[in-house]
């Protein structure tokens, strides 16, 4: 059978994701959930992996605290390595039955370090520190340090909130500061935008002449920003396309090697394992590659090497050689492949988008005569693509009885660039996930259960698209 292409443990569920680059390797530490009641503590385990194709589980890693203990549960944090070659890991501790002055469950900076290359760690309980005056004691998580090397210093990062202030409105990046790993001190905010609850998982990197900011948005929307500067204290700008990927992923941390950038975070479950169910914490990984344009702005596709690794071909038969345009300028028209496809591939499709055209896009487990399936649309008079399905949720045999009125899967919608002209979009389905990546650009992830097999189609509505190139490939069995 073929391997999976995203990750995930046998025993549990990918939360949170560390990402580190040793020695060529990607260490990729996350928070294991295992959704058992009572609740136990969470751990941080480890997969490594060189190319994202294979993946190593390693198992636990850095264990949870006992039941008393300010780590029962170890959450998010961040790895570095000081000049000794000693490596230090910070995290979050958490206990529920301990409380704060303020009653809020009690969350805590904790270090550990390791001198064997990460096999052990060796937690320091006496060097842990909690929220800074002025801040809620029940955010203070997900420390990330870095080294400013202009100040000679390192600088912590950490998801926060005012204690005072519009309760959806205190989130703030703090900062403390430190000249040996040990101490800590509390300085101004890194970030304080007064607008969110809080910001998740911060991550700061420094690309050619730009600086980035990443957080995940713990507020009206769950979806991970990138913010820019030219330096690192800011001003930070706000680029036009701002996510790096919809609803469904999450806490989305990053690493480098040889210039390139990853952005891993995880794609969430839904309850039930139905497409109508409610958005789990934790999932399965994902990993997105970013871009650098010419003005700093991050584009976001699949790494090349997940792409290579779908290596045979699948002959799908469409109605028509190519190229072959779908003319509909005030109606709808569909091919839709006469083979019903594998639970795993990879598609690739070259539209041409005529101008005026309202939508056009692909159909995934699609019926026969493309009447249902999953949908992904490009809409280019909205300028957005979105993950759509029919039939959506049915409640009764009458036509009000039916979710007509909503216009794609809420919080599946990726604001993207569809002037009329040549535009690629490719797809990756394996079981219940679906990644689509448009023009190597922009990216919409999420989960797609209660369609578990059908055709694959391409369509227009009110307008024309030609269909260029087409091609679906498998990855090898073993």
């Keep these: 059978m073929s ?4 990750f995930k443990p046998d025993d549990g569920w990918v939360g949170d994701v560390i990402p580190f680059e040793h020695e060529g390797e990607f260490w990729l530490f996350y928070l294991q959930e295992l959704r058992e009641y009572p609740k136990p503590g969470t751990s941080w385990s480890l997969v490594t992996t060189k190319d994202f194709v294979s993946f190593e589980d390693r198992g636990v890693s850095l264990a949870h605290g006992l039941e008393d203990d300010a780590d029962f549960n170890a959450y998010t944090g961040s790895i570095v390595l000081d000049e000794s070659g000693v490596h ?3 995290y979050t501790g958490q206990n529920p039955a301990r ?3 303020d009653g809020l469950a009690l969350q805590l900076v904790m270090h550990a370090t390791s001198a064997d290359g990460m096999t052990t760690w060796t937690k320091h309980p006496e060097l842990t520190f909690g929220a800074s005056a002025g801040l809620e004691s029940g955010d203070w998580r997900d420390p990330f340090v870095f080294k400013d090397t202009s100040r000679g210093m390192w600088r912590m990062l950490l998801a926060a909130r005012h204690a005072e202030g519009p309760e959806r409105r205190r989130g703030v990046i703090a900062e403390c500061v430190s000249t040996d790993l040990l101490s800590w001190e509390p300085t101004e905010p890194f970030w304080d935008p007064r607008r969110y609850i809080t910001h998740e998982c911060p991550d700061v990197f420094q690309w050619g002449d730009w600086w980035y900011l990443v957080y995940s948005e713990f507020s009206e929307s769950f979806t991970t920003h990138y913010r820019m500067a030219k330096g ?27 210039g390139r950038r990853f952005f891993i975070g995880w794609i969430a479950s839904k309850e ?3 497409d109508d169910g409610a958005w789990e914490w934790a999932g399965t990984m994902s990993v997105l590659e970013a871009h650098q344009n010419d003005d700093g702005t991050l584009a976001f596709s699949f790494a090349s090497e997940l792409v290579e690794s779908f290596g045979h071909g699948i002959p799908v038969t469409l109605n028509g050689a190519l190229p072959h345009t779908l003319d509909a300028v005030d109606g709808y ?11 795993q591939f990879y598609a690739r499709a070259v539209l041409q988008i ?15 005569d493309g009447d249902q399936s999953y949908i992904i649309r490009l809409e280019p008079k909205r300028n957005r693509l979105v993950f759509d399905r029919w039939p959506r949720t049915v409640t009764g045999d009458a036509q009000w009885h039916i979710s007509g009125d909503v216009p794609f899967a809420i919080e599946l919608e990726r604001p993207c660039d569809l002037s009329a002209g040549m535009h690629t979009l490719e797809i990756v389905v394996d079981g219940d996930l679906c990644v689509a990546v448009l023009d190597r650009h922009v990216a919409l992830s999420t989960r797609i259960y209660d369609r578990p097999e059908g055709r694959l189609g391409v369509f227009v509505g009110e307008g024309s698209a030609t269909l260029h190139e087409f091609e679906v490939r498998q990855r090898t069995t073993d």
């Design 232 to 258: 690192p204290d800011g001003p930070w700008l706000v680029p036009m396309f701002d996510t790096v990927d919809s609803r469904a992923f999450y806490a989305s941390k990053t690493t480098e090697r040889d």
């Design 272 to 274: 039930g394992a139905h």
């Design 333 to 343: 028209s569909a091919l839709v492949s006469d083979e019903i496809l594998p639970a």
């Design 88 to 90: 230090h890991l910070f």
């Design 3 to 6: 391997q999976p292409v995203f």
């Design 354 to 368: 005529g101008p005026d055209t309202t939508e056009c896009g692909l159909l995934l487990r699609s019926s026969f």
């Design 99 to 101: 409380l704060g002055s």
